[in-house]
């Protein structure tokens, strides 16, 4: 007997009925297994999770979330802020102690190398005191330079602060007064043995502070250097809290 090929419906179903039966299986079976368990590069047919999940990683923040964050860093900075300008006060403040002491120490040694009095210049705008030259007594040729303070840094002109400064009644210091070309100053002088031409009674001060502190202080703001001058040995110490 002759052998009888196999048709397409030699197993009671058509092969297109058959090729559907087989695919619906195949994607309820994937469907059926958690995500842990899809076998690599197969798809689950949870298109609606995947997207779900897709979405969620791409979203950012919201506008309220963005203007609640910028609010915190803002109150944040401007907790810090007076604690950081105090202590960039605080080091200019230093930095201007050290030059005024600087120069009043050359012009005391100059003026004991020389045998010579020397002229020490303080110079003052309307609110105190920023810049310190000192020159040849009785001449104007300078024996230092012209030294400015740093930045909004002054030697304040209140007299309770600045007695140094004081430069008529019975407070007086001794100080002159007059103006050259860099504008008014005050002076007084080292002599040739140290010392110097105040009034020798008393010591007296200058205190450093930053400049946008009023003039009319009742009291020093919490950053400052008071430097005190003994006329008679015409050396300077300074005083910080």
């Known amino acids: 007997m002759a052998a009888t090929p196999l048709g397409p419906g030699s197993f009671g179903l058509p092969a297109v009925s058959l090729a559907r039966h087989v695919a619906h299986w195949l994607c309820s079976s994937l469907d059926?297994?958690?995500?842990?368990?899809?076998?690599?590069?197969?798809?689950?047919g949870n298109f609606r999770t995947a997207s779900r999940s897709i979405s969620e990683v791409k979203a950012g923040f919201t506008l309220i979330e963005t203007l609640t964050v910028l609010a915190i860093i803002a109150v944040l900075a401007l907790g810090t802020f007076p604690a950081v300008q105090g202590?960039?006060?605080?080091?200019?403040i230093q930095g201007a102690s050290a030059m005024v002491r600087d120069q009043f120490q050359v012009?005391?040694?100059?003026?004991?190398?020389k045998n010579h009095p020397i002229q020490c210049r303080l110079y003052q705008t309307s609110n105190g005191y920023f810049a310190i030259k000192s020159v040849l007594d009785g001449t104007e040729t300078p024996v230092t330079r012209l030294v400015?303070?740093?930045?909004?840094i002054i030697i304040t002109n209140n007299q309770n602060f600045s007695t140094l400064l004081?430069?008529?009644?019975?407070?007086?210091s001794g100080v002159t007064?007059?103006?050259d070309t860099t504008g008014p100053y005050i002076a007084f002088r080292f002599r040739a043995d140290g010392s110097t031409d105040l009034i020798s009674s008393s010591t007296y001060t200058m205190t450093l502070l930053a400049?946008?502190?009023s003039t009319a202080l009742t009291q020093l703001p919490s950053n400052f250097i008071t430097l005190q001058l003994d006329p008679q040995t015409g050396k300077t110490i300074g005083f910080q809290p």
């Open 166 to 172: 004081v430069t008529s009644g019975a407070s007086a």
């Open 177 to 179: 007064s007059s103006s």
């Open 87 to 92: 202590v960039l006060d605080s080091q200019k």
């Open 211 to 213: 400049a946008r502190k």
């Open 148 to 152: 400015y303070l740093p930045a909004k």
């Open 32 to 44: 059926s297994l958690p995500p842990s368990q899809n076998p690599p590069g197969a798809a689950t």
């Open 107 to 113: 012009a005391r040694q100059i003026a004991i190398t």
